[in-house]
């Protein structure tokens, strides 16, 4: 099971950081990806790692200002979001797959309930 948190409101230039915690299992044997969904848009890629962090993906528009990143022993990964505007405004969905980096959400096969951001402007 994974579960964000972290989620709120924030002013555009501020930051936020979002956790997501996994129970049940470890996410060691996972790439772990952040996605986000914006009210009447289709859910997108936002960031993903490898298994032992040493690797990551992001999308063009996060690109600079978000990063992810995880601890293991602490089965959580965290998406701190810097310089945020009003169009990050989304439901931010944390996910686990058996996979490289990817940004096709078909490839995770676990995912979190959401977390709302909202960034005021």
């Known amino acids: 099971q994974l579960v964000e948190s972290g989620g709120g409101l924030v002013q555009a230039g501020g930051s936020l950081r979002l956790s997501c915690a996994a129970s049940g299992g470890t996410i060691s044997w996972y790439t772990m990806g952040w996605f986000r969904q914006a009210p009447g848009k289709e859910r997108e890629f936002v960031a993903a790692?490898?298994?032992?962090?040493?690797?990551?993906l992001y999308s063009d528009s996060v690109k600079g200002r978000f990063t992810i990143s995880r601890i293991n022993d602490e089965n959580t990964v965290f998406l701190q979001m810097n310089s945020v505007k009003p169009d990050d405004t989304a439901v931010y969905y944390c996910a686990a797959g058996q996979t490289i980096p990817t940004r096709s959400e078909r490839r995770y096969d676990y995912w979190g309930q959401g977390t709302q951001v909202t960034v005021s402007s």
């Open positions: 790692i490898t298994l032992t962090g040493d690797s990551t």
